[in-house]
């Protein structure tokens, strides 16, 4: 079956400590995007990378940090010097279908700092 | 700048009434226009798409969204509400040969037995 992982679902961390978030895609999918979830907010762009070895800021990329060493992985890590990290994220692809783009997303990771 | 507001953070409604969800857009440019659906605790799921070939685009789940050029909107809607459609609903657009999309703040749908 293809699609987007996720892992851990949920993940616990201490402040003052980095954690990277794993996103795999088996898709085939040129472009990758994370994005951060807090209630009430919507979905918050953080990077995005439309082809490997090339990533872009997204709206609130201050405090992470990402990687797109292959098509299929986009892993992302959130440093110490992010404020407030705890909430869901979510990692997607796309692909152009009929002259549009299409996002497909994964399950999420639920993060925690204490 | 492109740009989605999602009117209602929260909308409830009786089980199979009408349901009514809001969107209007901000673009400088024509749209592609998504609806997406969120389960707690799970990742979104695409329900339909505008790309310019029909005004009145149907969904998954009997889910359907009409885009008005003049109104800058594109409302979601289904005819009777299900116990199964109390989810999280992301009104999204995109711009043209763009490869970046851009959400609304979501509405939460409750579903009244």
């Known amino acids: 079956d293809g699609g987007i992982t996720q892992s851990p679902k949920y993940l616990f961390r201490k402040e003052g400590q980095n954690v990277t978030l794993s996103c795999e895609q088996n898709?085939?999918?040129?472009?990758m995007y994370w994005y951060r979830q807090d209630p009430g907010q919507g979905l918050r762009l953080i990077y995005y990378?439309?082809?490997?070895?090339?990533?872009q800021k997204g709206d609130i990329a201050e405090g992470y940090s990402v990687s797109r060493e292959k098509k299929e992985s986009f892993p992302l890590t959130v440093t110490s010097a992010q404020k407030n990290p705890t909430a869901f994220y979510l990692c997607?692809?796309?692909?152009?279908?009929?002259?549009?783009?299409?996002?497909?997303f994964g399950p999420g990771t639920r993060l925690t700092v204490t | 700048a492109q740009s989605v507001t999602q009117l209602g953070s929260h909308v409830s409604v009786s089980e199979g009434a009408l349901v009514l969800l809001r969107c209007n857009y901000s673009?400088?440019?024509?749209?592609?226009l998504f609806w997406y659906v969120q389960y707690p605790n799970q990742g979104l799921q695409l329900l339909l798409k505008?790309?310019?070939?029909?005004?009145l685009v149907k969904g998954i789940n009997g889910f359907e969204a009409e885009f008005k050029k003049s109104e800058t909107s594109f409302h979601l809607t289904k005819p009777s509400a299900h116990m199964s459609d109390a989810a999280e609903y992301f009104c999204?657009?995109?711009?043209?040969?763009?490869?970046?999309?851009?959400f609304g703040s979501g509405t939460k749908l409750n579903v009244k037995p």
């Open positions: 997607a692809s796309s692909i152009e279908t009929g002259g549009s783009y299409e996002q497909y």
């Open positions: 898709l085939n999918h040129d472009a």
């Open positions: 990378s439309q082809i490997v070895n090339d990533f």
């Open positions: 673009s400088s440019v024509p749209p592609y």
């Open positions: 505008y790309t310019s070939a029909a005004t």
């Open positions: 999204a657009v995109s711009g043209y040969n763009f490869n970046k999309f851009y």
